[in-house]
């Protein structure tokens, strides 16, 4: 059961990413789990799942694969491929960037979710070849994730094959955490063809339609992944500075427990400040002066005006003294950062349920429900953990620091 889905279904708090990564018990209609080998154990009951050593050479040798998976996929797999030159042509002619390809690999991944959204179905099952276009696009998702990331950094990457499968074979995509993948070489590599390669339009996709609401629903999903993207940047880019860099001399933990799981954390953060996203990368499909609000935001420029508030309520918290980190030093620069970094909280989750709204209207879903957005989309903040054991109160329902407190009041604090 997905929980994802019952709450868009009803009356929860939801959104489409939640839901598209919300489905480890659903089934296509020829009784194979979505999720595969990922699936919850009751929805692979009674379903082949024959395993082999991995026979190619590579980082995938005699590592495990799904065989039976892939017989399925070898079914439908000119259509999944069909329906991604496609999708690329119609969105965007022979001109496609990384965005569009982006999008691309996101509205196969999301072919599940938007059939059970959009025929208000919580039980399934989705069509096999809808489930097919999902498993191919998996493993392109976590490669386009790595892309966009390098991309939000100033990279420059040629929009090519060639560059996406020196990405693929970079970050080891082709083996997962339990598995290898079980497609060929030359599959892979067709596949890529036909997400990014214009020569192959003539081959796949010259009588394939795409509706517009098709098209809107993944170039606003995959807007969200790549602002997810420039968010989790400078998230790491503040955590970082509060156990590393230029706070972490000075903050005071109450108890051992707490002073061990502040140096665990900052040792796996790496002894090198990470690189800032470059605001020229935003997306261009972003207006104007979105684009230069976040500018500001990711490089801590805001104007001083806008943090007004934030900024008298946390010099106030961090004058108190029985918060579960005491900082010492420099007060008032510690409270425009953390400032700056709520302020810049706020701004983009904002601008990603603007665009949630945007898809509620496409699929003709009310917008009075609640938003809850999934992780992949707003990766979950590293540094807000700590912001709030310093300053003493988690995160509230309007964005500032006005929940519960987080101040000593014994052990349970510290696993929030």
């Known amino acids: 059961m997905s929980r994802s889905l019952q ?22 209609d020829e009784g194979r789990p979505i999720s595969e080998r990922r699936a919850d154990a009751m929805a692979r009951v009674g379903v082949e799942m024959e395993m082999k050593k991995c026979p190619f050479s590579g980082i995938r040798h005699d590592k495990w694969m799904n065989v039976s998976a892939l017989t399925q996929i070898a079914n439908y797999y000119n259509d999944a491929l069909a329906e991604l030159s496609a999708f690329r042509y119609h969105a ?4 496609a960037s990384w965005d569009d390809i982006l999008a691309g690999v996101i509205d196969q991944l999301a072919g599940p979710a938007i059939y059970l959204l959009q025929n208000r179905n919580s039980e399934g099952p989705v069509p096999a070849k809808v489930a097919v276009g999902h498993k191919l696009a998996a493993g392109m ?28 074979d970079e970050t080891g995509a082709l083996v997962g955490a339990s598995e290898a993948c079980a497609g ?3 599959m892979i590599r067709k596949a890529c063809s036909a997400l990014i390669d214009r020569k192959t339009e003539e081959q796949f996709e010259a009588k394939i339609e795409f509706d517009q609401t098709r098209l809107e629903i993944a170039r606003c999903l995959a807007l969200q992944v790549q602002l997810g993207t420039f968010w989790d940047l400078y998230d790491q880019v503040h955590l970082w500075d509060l156990l590393r860099g230029t ?6 933990p109450f108890n051992l427990f707490l002073e061990r799981k502040l140096d665990n954390t900052a040792d796996k953060l790496g002894k090198n400040a990470p690189s800032k996203p470059n605001p020229k990368a935003f997306p261009k499909s972003l ?3 979105i684009r230069e609000q976040l500018a500001d935001a990711i490089h801590d420029s805001n104007d001083s005006e806008i943090l007004v508030h934030d900024l008298n309520s946390i010099q106030k ?4 003294t029985d918060n579960t980190i005491s900082l010492e030093g420099e007060i008032n620069k510690f409270a425009v950062t953390a400032a700056s970094y709520l302020h810049t909280y706020r701004l983009f989750e904002t601008e990603l349920s603007k665009i949630e709204f945007k898809l509620r209207k496409l699929l003709n879903f009310p917008e009075e ?3 809850k957005l999934g992780s992949a989309v707003f990766p979950a903040a590293k540094a807000l953990h700590w912001y709030e054991l310093i300053l003493g109160r988690k995160l509230g329902d309007d964005g500032r620091l006005s929940g519960d407190s987080t101040k000593v009041r014994g052990a349970s604090v510290l696993n929030a």
């Open 92 to 95: 965007a002619g022979k001109n």
């Open 7 to 28: 709450d868009a279904l009803g009356d929860g708090a939801w959104s489409v990413s939640a839901v598209m990564f919300d489905l480890n018990a659903m089934h296509d």
């Open 184 to 186: 060929s070489l030359s």
């Open 317 to 320: 918290m961090l004058k108190e």
């Open 247 to 252: 706070y972490a001399e000075n903050l005071s």
């Open 287 to 289: 207006n104007k002066k």
């Open 369 to 371: 429900q609640s938003i």
């Open 141 to 168: 998702f976590g490669v386009s994730c790595e892309l966009q990331e390098r991309l939000a950094l100033g990279s420059d990457v040629p929009v090519s094959v060639d560059s996406f499968m020196e990405l693929i």
